[in-house]
């Protein structure tokens, strides 16, 4: 009985124990379920042994299979104990192959130094480092190494997890790229703005400089000076303008010098001033502006157009030149001039007169020689008439007193009368009239005659070798044209500028002949009093074709 009671006991106490043992069980479960545990060791025979949980064990499998970082366990010697296929994908090698191989291999020779460094400390902390892992064929994929210990039963392992940089390294060094091509861009916007700085600075020291310049200029030529806009307005004066005037800026500016312009110039000065705005033509023009002390005081106005590169006006720059003193003086030449020829015409009208009694004497028979010296004489006394004449043509003209009577002249018969004084005056030149149908104007035909005379005597005087003159009528619209053609010396559009000035005579050492420059300027005067318009086509060496036109008379 005895040993049943024990027995009893016995399985009493094995039942708590086993009720115990399920109940710490249970909470292991438990434990296990809500993930507090994933090991447990367990006492057997040979002592305490460690189980990982199969399913933890396996969850930890497929998390580690799955995970996009190669795993890799080492042991001491280095050996790898275990893989997974990622790692094994990495170095480009079947799993089964992995495991069992030396990790040096998989490490590229620049990565073997800093490998080692990691790999030592690992085994004592947790470390990490960038290497670059070489698969057997030496395809290199740069990873962050990370290290920690695991201690195992078989012993402490070193856990190596591998993380791939390539597409990170890739990302870096694009960015590198970008950056670099970012600092390339910004070196050259810098190199650039620089660049442009200098520019900027150069102009702004040279606009400076060439303002200064200007200024300076500007207030020390004896002329007054301005600057207009291609409308009109006058936007700058030099202070010589505010010297004379006794005005200020703002009372001048724009349209204001109107006010200081002679009354008598006003309409005229206006009149080519808009023409020049309108055309771009060189402004130039005599008038009189009025000084602080009220008194008026003839100037030359010049200005010209500055352009830019495309042609268009920017502004215009003027000058006006006090020619008053010339003025005086050309007034008083004019004076001297207007007496002169009036006082040499009555002695020349007598002498003329003696020489013509000379000439017809016929009490005895003179001398052939003195016969010949009276038509030299003559000949000498007629040049001397005509140069008296255009004096005080010249000085009728300046006093306005150039008058003439106009009446209907046939142009064409007038030219034939002309052309046959030439021919006998000039035998050695060739004369060609090209003009045929008869026409008709108003005017006055000594004068007229004079302007004829004028053209033929300048084409011979300034023919060389080629005696040729060709005179040309025809009509042009309502006018008729009448030309002089030379095959002469010609001239240049700088002397054209200016042959029917007063007394402007070309200077050309080489080819000088006789006149006070005066033809031209009574031509154009006659012409214009006719209503008509006289002008030359010329180049130098290459002759010249002088011409006038005058309105038809209608029939
Ligand atoms: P001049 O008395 O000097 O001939 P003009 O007034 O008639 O005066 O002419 C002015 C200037 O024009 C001349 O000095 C000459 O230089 C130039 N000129 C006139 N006609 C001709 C021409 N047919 N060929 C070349 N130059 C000419």
Redesign the pocket.
């Known amino acids: 009985m005895e040993s049943v009671k024990s027995t009893y006991e016995q399985l009493q106490t094995e039942n708590d124990e086993l009720r115990f043992l399920l109940e710490e069980a249970n909470d292991t479960i438990e434990a296990i379920r809500s993930g507090q545990v994933d090991a447990l060791v367990v006492k057997g025979d040979e002592g305490h042994q460690l189980y990982t949980l199969k399913t933890a064990d396996q969850t930890y499998r497929v998390f580690i299979e799955k995970m996009n970082e190669g795993a890799v366990t080492l042991n001491r010697e280095g050996i790898i104990l275990y893989s997974n296929s990622r790692f094994a994908s990495m170095v480009n090698e079947p799993l089964e192959k992995v495991i069992g191989i030396h990790f040096d291999v998989f490490i590229a020779e620049v990565s073997a130094g800093k490998y080692k460094e990691v790999i030592k400390d690992g085994w004592n902390n947790d470390c990490k480092g960038e290497i670059l892992l070489s698969s057997l064929e030496g395809k290199l994929t740069p990873c962050l190494l990370s290290c920690t210990t695991l201690d195992l039963d078989e012993g402490t392992a070193l856990s190596l997890i591998l993380t791939d940089l390539t597409s990170q390294k890739e990302t870096e060094w694009e960015l590198k790229i970008k950056n670099d091509q970012l600092e390339e861009a910004q070196n050259i916007a810098e190199r650039l703005n620089n660049e442009l700085e200098d520019t900027v600075r150069e102009r702004t020291s040279d606009l400076l400089i060439s303002r200064e310049h200007f200024k300076l200029l500007a207030n020390n030529i004896p002329q007054m000076t301005w600057t207009n806009l291609p409308g009109g307005e006058v936007n700058f004066y030099n202070q010589r303008w505010f010297d004379y005037t006794g005005l200020r800026y703002g009372e001048t500016a724009g349209w204001g010098w109107q006010q200081i312009v002679h009354p008598d110039d006003l309409q005229r000065t206006l009149d080519v001033y808009l023409d020049s705005l309108k055309t771009g033509k060189v402004f130039e023009l005599e008038n009189r502006y009025l000084r602080w002390d009220n008194t008026y005081r003839w100037h030359l106005n010049r200005a010209v157009p500055l352009r830019d590169d495309t042609g268009e006006i920017l502004f215009w720059v003027g000058t006006a030149t006090d020619i008053e003193e010339q003025k005086k003086q050309l007034d008083l030449k004019d004076e001297f001039i207007g007496v002169a020829s009036h006082e040499l015409k009555t002695p020349l009208t007598s002498l003329k007169g003696y020489l013509q009694l000379i000439s017809v004497y016929k009490r005895e028979e003179v001398p052939p020689m003195i016969k010949q010296y009276v038509e030299k004489a003559s000949g000498a006394l007629n040049k001397l008439q005509r140069l008296v004449n255009?004096l005080l043509d010249v000085s009728k003209i300046h006093a306005g007193r150039l008058e003439y009577v106009m009446a209907e002249v046939n142009l064409s018969e007038l030219i034939s009368l002309t052309l046959e004084n030439a021919v006998h005056l000039y035998p050695e030149f060739e004369f060609i009239n090209l003009s045929k149908s008869e026409f008709f104007i108003e005017g006055n035909a000594g004068r007229l005659e004079q302007v004829l005379v004028?053209?033929i005597?300048?084409?011979v005087?300034?023919?060389t070798d080629n005696k040729k003159i060709i005179i040309k009528t025809e009509q042009n619209n309502k006018k008729v044209r009448v030309s002089?053609t030379?095959f002469?010396?010609?001239?240049s559009a700088e002397?054209i500028d200016?042959?029917?000035e007063r007394?402007?005579?070309?200077e050309?050492k080489k080819f000088m002949?006789?006149?006070?420059?005066?033809?031209?300027?009574?031509?154009a005067e006659i012409i214009n009093n006719h209503k008509g318009s006289i002008g030359?086509v010329?180049e130098l060496g290459e002759?010249?074709t002088?011409y006038f036109e005058l309105p038809l008379l209608e029939k």
Do not use: E, P
């Open positions: 255009d004028n053209l005597n300048n084409s005087k300034y023919s002089v030379d002469g010396i010609g001239m002397q200016h042959i029917f007394f402007y005579r070309v050309d002949a006789s006149g006070l420059g005066m033809g031209l300027y009574i031509s030359v010329s002759g010249a002088f």
